[in-house]
T-cell receptor, first 114, second 114 residues
Framework: ETGVTQTPRHLVMGMTNKKSLKCEQH?????MYWYKQSAKKPLELMFV???????ENNSVPSRFSPECPNSSHLFLHLHTLQPEDSALYLC?????????????FGPGTRLTVT | AQSVTQLGSHVSVSEGALVLLRCNYS??????LFWYVQYPNQGLQLLLK??????LVKGINGFEAEFKKSETSFHLTKPSAHMSDAAEYFC????????????FGKGTTLSVSS
């Protein structure tokens, strides 16, 4: 777990705010992912980056905007969110974006939208 | 397309008893299969994975899983439960192709009583 860090760990924001989530991996991986984990639902893949290039956008609303400046850092920019966006947002990384490579997860950011 | 079904959203065992968490998958190609564990307020940690080769896979913390192609199953077992095993467990499948990530099941919460 310590190989992937996420900040902040907790975030409360109003629907009109703009905030960003940060993820950093220290494992030398080249693929990074954002997942959304809501209560009673399976993990939802949001975005995939491989060598800084976005390779998948899983029909995520535009109020979520990812940014991957290099293979070690991943951001999720948030604006005009809805209460149903409250969830645990997990970042993960892997060696390559082929599904056979295990993913390493960060501890997550618990987001509450008021 | 891949899918995962975890039978039983909640499993309760006594300390020292056998742990059996069930996972069935659907895949049109040879699957890559994973089990992850999530402790409260933490990210997901890889327990074990199956890619190719030996169908009985041993993981961390005394867990193991057996890939049964004929049954499309990948059940997780541990001979003797410990209190520290109480957590949520996720089964995941992938087709191993570039640009795809993991498809997760809904999770099974394991409770261990003394």
């Amino acid at each position: 777990e310590t190989g992937v860090t996420q900040t902040p760990r907790h975030l409360v924001m109003g629907m009109t705010n703009k905030k960003s989530l940060k993820c950093e991996q220290h494992l030398g991986h080249n693929a990074m992912y954002w997942y959304k984990q809501s209560a009673k639902k399976p993990l939802e893949l949001m975005f995939v980056y491989n060598f800084k290039e976005q390779t998948e956008n899983n029909s995520v609303p535009s109020r979520f905007s990812p940014e991957c400046p290099n293979s070690s850092h991943l951001f999720l920019h948030l604006h005009t969110l809805q209460p149903e966006d409250s969830a645990l947002y997990l970042c993960a990384s892997s060696r390559g974006d082929r599904g056979k490579n295990e993913q390493y997860f960060g501890p997550g950011t618990r987001l509450t939208v008021t | 397309a891949q899918s995962v079904t975890q039978l039983g959203s909640h499993v309760s065992v006594s300390e020292g008893a056998l742990v059996l968490l069930r996972c069935n998958y659907s895949s049109s190609v040879p699957p890559y299969l994973f089990w992850y564990v999530q402790y409260p307020n933490q990210g997901l940690q890889l327990l074990l994975k199956y890619t190719t080769g030996a169908t009985l896979v041993k993981g961390i913390n005394g867990f193991e899983a057996e890939f049964k192609k004929s049954e499309t199953s990948f059940h997780l077992t541990k001979p003797s439960a410990h209190m520290s095993d109480a957590a949520e467990y996720f089964c995941a499948v992938s087709d191993g192709q570039a640009g795809t990530a993991l498809i997760f099941g809904k999770g099974t919460t394991l409770s261990v009583s003394s």
